[in-house]
């Protein structure tokens, strides 16, 4: 999906991925989006909202000045944050939480690395994805990585749309194991011009790499869910 309807969110400067604005730890909850889930354990499906809508396979605008890192430490099923913009240092882990459960038992939570954005889907709904997990950090900095060989580069198409996917592997002791994947599937500069697609042309033998506008896609059909209301 290349929809140029969507929004290249977060755009204040073509270096904004390297000059992030928020300078504060937040140790505190998101603010009102409805989150993003991938559900690792059974069925490998990206999940929507308090009700678990699946969204595996859509793509959102990804919004660069929500980047974040740091920890999230679980205690007594509440969590407490410390995240800053990603351009920053990782702030310090909380120390770890030394308590007895209720059969008596020594116990310690301990904090998590975590990975936090937002991002807004083609029907204008919007999220928060925070991901605590390896394979939830590894799927994100994946993704970093590209955005900020680009900057490093120079590039102006710093503002990708993003497919939610989905990859599995057999783990030989858990058995099918469900990795969340975000793959970029184009990039936009700051105005909103889309990047050129890169093709590969054959001349009297020699393969020579061009430039050339991608070829006009069929179109779209309507996603198989709507949702019923925007996140506020």
């Not at 977060?10 to 140790?27: F, I, S």
């Not at 605008?61 to 407490?80: E, T, V």
């Not at 807004?120 to 950090?137: A, I, K, P």
Request: proline share 7%.
């Amino acid at each position: 999906m290349t929809d140029n309807n969507m929004p290249t969110v977060g755009a204040t400067t073509a270096a904004l991925a390297a000059t992030l604005v928020n300078n504060k730890v937040n140790p505190t909850s998101g603010g009102g989006k409805a989150f993003l889930k991938f559900d690792a354990k059974r069925t490998g499906e990206w999940l929507y909202g308090p009700e678990g809508e699946s969204c595996t396979g859509e793509v959102f605008a990804l919004d660069l000045q929500s980047l974040q890192h740091g920890y999230i430490l679980w205690h007594a099923k509440k969590p407490d944050r410390r995240l800053v913009p990603i351009n920053q240092t990782l702030p310090l882990p909380q120390d770890p939480v030394y308590y007895t459960d209720a059969k008596g038992k020594e116990q310690v939570d301990e904090a998590a690395e975590a990975r936090s954005l937002e991002g807004t889907f083609e029907d204008e709904s919007t999220f928060q994805l925070e991901v605590s997990s390896f394979g939830g950090r590894k799927a994100i900095d994946a993704m970093l990585a590209e955005l900020f060989l680009r900057a490093q580069q120079g590039s102006p198409y710093l503002f990708p749309h993003v497919r939610l996917d989905t990859d599995s592997y057999e783990h030989s002791q858990y058995g099918l194991v469900y990795e969340p994947v975000l793959t970029p599937i184009v990039w936009f500069a700051e105005d909103g011009t889309q990047e050129p697609e890169e093709g590969v042309k054959v001349i009297t033998g020699e393969t020579q790499a061009v430039t050339q506008a991608p070829e006009e896609a069929p179109e779209d059909p309507k996603p198989k869910r709507r949702r019923t209301r925007k996140a506020a």
